[in-house]
């Protein structure tokens, strides 16, 4: 703690948007990564396991009821767009399930691209901070007097190296969090396409009174 303290104090101007970026990169990563592991996130395979089973047993309102029950969760807002119009014909079920994909993929894709955009600018201003800091270093030993030569000197250094190392220190952890973020949303996403899929599947089979047959076929 003592040491960033130190490095805030002694790199300089360029020490201020850094802790402006490290400020954004936390607070989204936070929301982020909280809106993904706890809100949107339910366990695919068993809540689909669920929805069949009552799709099965011709029961869509209770299937809708158990998608009420995970409003914030992903894949039960898509699967309930087409349980709601499960007597409709295969194509409306199916436009409406692609619908609720298009409504919820943005929002679970939203504000994470910021991650990687604060990661770059905390690199590139922690650069041109050493920049800064050489070129404060390089007027020392060229115009500074022999008494003050050595302090002007290592205070550009100073100045380079705890801006390149503030800069780090602010991208790198922020570039983890956007993989991990990234990591779980697309496999949110792979769960909501393959269910969304069978969902679609099952209530075209019910329409077409061959439930049993392809609801076997999916099981298996």
């Not at 309102?61 to 009420?68: E, F, G, T």
């Not at 914030?72 to 119009?85: E, H, I, M």
């Not at 692609?98 to 690199?123: G, H, I, M, S, W």
């Not at 003050?148 to 190392?165: D, H, N, P, R, Y």
Request: charged share 20%; net charge positive; aromatic share 8%.
């Amino acid at each position: 703690m003592g040491l960033l303290v130190d490095a805030f104090q002694k790199g300089g101007p360029f020490m201020w948007p850094l802790l402006v970026f490290a400020v954004f990169s936390l607070a989204i990563g936070a929301e982020r990564m909280y809106y993904i592991l706890f809100r949107a996130n339910i366990n695919g395979t068993a809540f689909f396991a669920q929805v069949q089973k009552l799709i099965m047993a011709n029961n869509i309102d209770r299937a809708i009821k158990l998608c009420n029950a995970e409003p914030n969760a992903a894949l039960p807002r898509v699967l309930k767009s087409g349980l709601t119009r499960a007597n409709r014909g295969e194509m409306e079920i199916q436009n409406a399930v692609e619908e609720a994909v298009y409504e919820v993929f943005p929002q679970l894709d939203k504000r994470t691209p910021y991650l990687n955009k604060l990661a770059n600018l905390a690199t590139l201003t922690g650069l041109l901070g050493t920049i800064q800091g050489l070129i404060l270093a390089f007027e020392a030993v060229a115009h500074a007097s022999a008494e003050t030569k050595q302090t002007l000197l290592a205070s550009g250094i100073s100045v380079a190296m705890f801006t390149t190392m503030s800069g780090l220190i602010v991208a790198i952890p922020t570039i983890i969090l956007e993989a991990i973020v990234v990591n779980k949303t697309q496999k949110i996403k792979d769960e909501v396409d393959l269910y969304a899929l069978k969902t679609v599947n099952l209530l075209g089979a019910r329409r077409r009174g061959t439930l049993k047959e392809d609801g076997a076929a999916q099981n298996g």
